[in-house]
């Protein structure tokens, strides 16, 4: 018993009950549960006695007591049946015979009140409640019912928790297209989503009139949940046979809905609900009702209702209803307009249910990354993983709870057995290929994250032209752990700028390497064999642990021992890594880490501490055969790039002008793609540029974006009112500070500069200052016409493929 335990507690619980000046206790008892009963006192120009029953429940005290409230106080007779009775169950039984309902917020249909919330969080220690406390916020509410006014409280209110009735065949899931706020009134449309529940219904959208009287309407562009059944808006709106057919099946649902100006008052039964629509003699309302004589008329079994109310927190609210019908009525479709009464009695026939409902919108359904993960700056991401075995699957999974917003999965092998131990799929998804598997488990994890399948093949039948185009100019990461493989990879990354990360896990999963390659800035997996050989002292060798062999090999193809709590730990690990490099303005200088376990002795490094990420930073190594060509040996600058530069140059001339460059990086030739202009707080003058930083930054913010950083910052163009196209002292000086400052993320900038006779300098500074005259070569058209396979998907291919 906790009295026994909690001793203190008890007396000073007893000593508060008895003297309390807002609590006159009227019975008590301490049996099985300790409980009290009498009334609050509200006193003041709203005075009253408010009867209560105050149970302690059996985990006091770190269960807070129930408050019930009643329509008198309890006998001590009721009170020594309560206090003796059988269960916790038994005893709320009985005190629910003589509650009573005040129809208010934080009451619950068994006449508990809900109204003290505890702190759960980093407080190190329970958090102990007295009842004195209990009391005065119970004095508190009950001086609300009198006056209208109630202490201030959570924003949070969930109005079918107090209904009496529940619809528990049905769950309805409102989507964006329930965010319309021009629509006021009208009807909503919500399908089955089979693949799941044939209980869940996924809002398809709204329709109805807005404030002017014209129609409107709102609905998404398809079903996240399912693939089953995409009803179109015309197909609703018109209600074609497949629309009458699935609600005669009950696939859909088409219900009618109003807007309320205010949130209701506390609806816990029909006519609670029906006072929502009383006009001001007390009758439910004719012109309400006469936008349900169709449905009255029909005198189906049931019927639909909606509606929507601000809340609290300043947002709109849906709640939904079912009206069951439990008389006899016969339908009277071919009569004329009924009479009022008629109606008030049809409606009398029907009894009300309320609909569990929860918001499905893509704000909500992220918010609880907030502050961790931004939705804002994940959803244009695009990541390729090559690899979907226990890392790889774990990862995508990851990822598609981050919100980010487009996931390629590639994979050459399919689910068996003897995977399920490591690997994310289940049985259900057994002989699937694993893109498949992993497809599907996204979209049940994710609907508002696009995940593409690749049909699934070897890495080495990839050649340029199809890396691009599954890459999707996006970061990729490698999970598939082998040497020849990702060596192959390697140079396709370096020769399409991709960004790379590595992931495999070591010595049984004790160990794990992680490394990030960005062609030109990270030493490249060529660079590490490099550094590997040469015993770098930055390069953390970790030797394999002779006592986890090989298990077996699959087709040359080596499974090595791990347990899936080791390489979960990785995955989170590699996740956690490369989310955060994802929301920065510019990578990190960190590029290769080592996690361990266990201690690693006989090392020189310092690995004796288990439980440690050692991360270094690895430039590419003079020696490698890949990373050695990334420096730039020429500039080819895009037809549309020197249109518009040199547009902006006669433009502003006498003045100079100038901006910053973007482009990429391959194969020793840096690609100028585009170019900003000065920016509206730019100073522009014949002796004087200084370029508007702030917009120039978000030019760069938008491209790196919307290009998944493969175009990024490449230098400075500025014109000359002179005919000369030299660096001056002060260009030179700046540039040899940008290929310093690491937030440029450039090791060489690239300078065009523009004469008044439009004569194009190309040069090149390093960080020591100097700097290389190239040519001026011109691509002809644009970055965007040689490169057509960026997005290859349209909008209309993605839909298609956004399903289970």
Avoid at 661 to 673: D, F
Wanted: charged share 25%.
């Amino acid at each position: 018993m906790w009295w026994k335990d909690h001793e203190a507690y008890f007396k000073d619980q007893r000593s508060e009950l008895s003297q309390n000046s807002n609590y006159d206790e009227k019975a008590w008892a301490l049996n099985k549960r300790l409980i009290s009963s009498g009334n609050i006192r509200v006193r003041g120009s709203h005075s009253g006695l408010f009867p209560i029953m105050i149970l302690y429940p059996d985990a006091t005290p770190y269960q807070t007591p129930h408050v019930f409230l009643l329509e008198e106080p309890l006998t001590q007779a009721e009170v020594d049946q309560v206090t003796s009775a059988p269960s916790s169950t038994d005893a709320f039984n009985l005190a629910i015979r003589k509650k009573k309902i005040y129809f208010t917020r934080h009451q619950n249909v068994e006449g508990m009140l809900c109204i003290l919330e505890t702190d759960d969080l980093h407080s190190e220690q329970a958090e102990v409640v007295s009842v004195g406390d209990i009391i005065n916020r119970v004095m508190e509410w009950c001086r609300g019912t009198l006056t209208g006014e109630f202490p201030l409280d959570t924003n949070e209110f969930e109005l079918i928790q107090h209904f009496h009735k529940h619809a528990k065949d049905l769950n309805f899931i409102i989507s964006d297209a329930f965010s319309d706020l021009t629509i006021i009134k009208g009807d909503f449309y919500f399908e089955q989503i089979t693949a799941l529940s044939g209980t869940l219904f996924y809002g398809a959208g709204i329709a109805g009139e807005a404030e002017n009287g014209v129609s409107s309407y709102s609905f998404g562009s398809r079903n996240l949940l399912d693939s089953t059944l995409q009803t179109s808006a015309e197909e609703w709106l018109s209600e074609k046979k497949i629309v009458q057919e699935g609600l005669q099946a009950g696939t859909l649902i088409k219900g009618r809905w109003w807007s309320l100006n205010s949130e209701p008052n506390l609806v816990i039964d029909k006519q609670t609900f029906l006072d929502l629509f009383r006009d001001e003699a007390g009758e439910v309302s004719e012109s309400w009702l006469r936008e349900l004589e169709p449905l009255l008329k029909r005198a189906n079994a049931h019927f639909f209702i909606g509606i929507r109310y601000p809340s609290r927190k300043g947002e709109l609210e849906w709640s939904f209803f079912r009206f069951v019908r439990t008389g006899e009525a016969s339908p009277l479709l071919d009569l004329g307009p009924l009479d009022v009464q008629e109606l008030r009695d049809r409606i009398d026939l029907y009894d009300v249910e309320a609909i569990f409902t929860e918001d499905m919108t893509e704000e909500k359904f992220h918010i609880r990354n907030r502050g961790r993960v931004s939705r804002k700056d994940l959803k244009d991401q695009k990541i390729t993983f090559f690899g979907l075995g226990a890392l790889g699957s774990t990862l995508a999974l990851q990822f598609s709870k981050a919100g980010v917003g487009y996931l390629n999965l590639f994979d050459k092998d399919m689910v068996h057995t003897h995977n399920l131990v490591r690997h994310q799929a289940s049985l259900r998804r057994i002989t699937m290929p694993k893109t498949r598997a992993l497809r599907g488990m996204v979209a049940e994890q994710n609907p508002f994250v696009f995940a593409r399948e690749w049909p699934p093949c070897s890495v080495y039948l990839l050649d340029n032209e199809s890396w691009r185009v599954l890459s999707g100019c996006q970061t990729a990461i490698s999970s598939i752990a082998d040497d020849n493989v990702e060596a192959y990879m390697n140079e396709l990354a370096i020769s399409e700028n991709t960004t790379m990360y590595y992931v495999r896990a070591l010595r049984g999963g004790k160990a794990a390497r992680i490394f990030r390659v960005i062609p030109g800035t990270d030493a490249c997996k060529e660079c590490l064999a490099h550094y590997f050989a040469e015993g770098h002292a930055d390069f953390i060798d970790i030797p394999e642990d002779s006592a986890l062999p090989v298990i077996t090999n699959e087709c040359n193809n080596p499974i090595r021992p791990a347990s899936a709590a080791d390489l979960e730990l990785i995955s989170s690990l590699t996740s956690r890594l490369v989310l955060d490099e994802l929301q920065k303005e510019t990578p990190g200088e960190a590029n290769h880490w080592v996690w361990t376990t266990e201690e690693i002795e006989g090392l020189d490094y310092d690995l004796a501490s288990p439980f440690r990420l050692h991360q270094r930073s690895l430039k590419p190594h003079s020696l490698c055969r890949l990373c050695a060509g990334t420096k730039i040996r020429s500039v080819r600058i895009y037809g549309d790039v020197a249109e518009s530069i040199l547009s902006q140059s006669s433009t502003a001339a006498p003045a100079e002008t100038g901006g910053i460059l973007v482009g990429y990086l391959k194969h020793g030739i840096m690609y100028i793609t585009g170019a900003s202009d000065s920016g509206p707080q730019s100073t522009e003058c014949p002796e004087l540029f200084v370029r508007d930083n702030q917009h120039c930054q978000a030019y760069l913010d938008q491209i790196e974006r919307e290009t998944g950083r493969k175009i990024r910052y490449a230098g400075e163009w500025h014109s000359h009112p002179s005919s000369a196209y030299d660096p001056s002292q002060t260009d030179i000086k700046s540039l040899k500070d940008i290929a310093n400052q690491r937030h440029y993320a450039v090791d060489e900038a690239v300078s065009i500069i523009i004469s008044k006779n439009k004569e194009l300098g190309v040069t090149i500074h390093q960080k020591d200052g100097s700097y290389k005259r190239y040519a001026a070569v011109i691509v002809p058209g644009s970055y965007a016409e040689a490169n057509p396979s960026l997005d290859p998907l349209s909008q209309d291919a993605l839909e298609k493929e956004r399903t289970l």
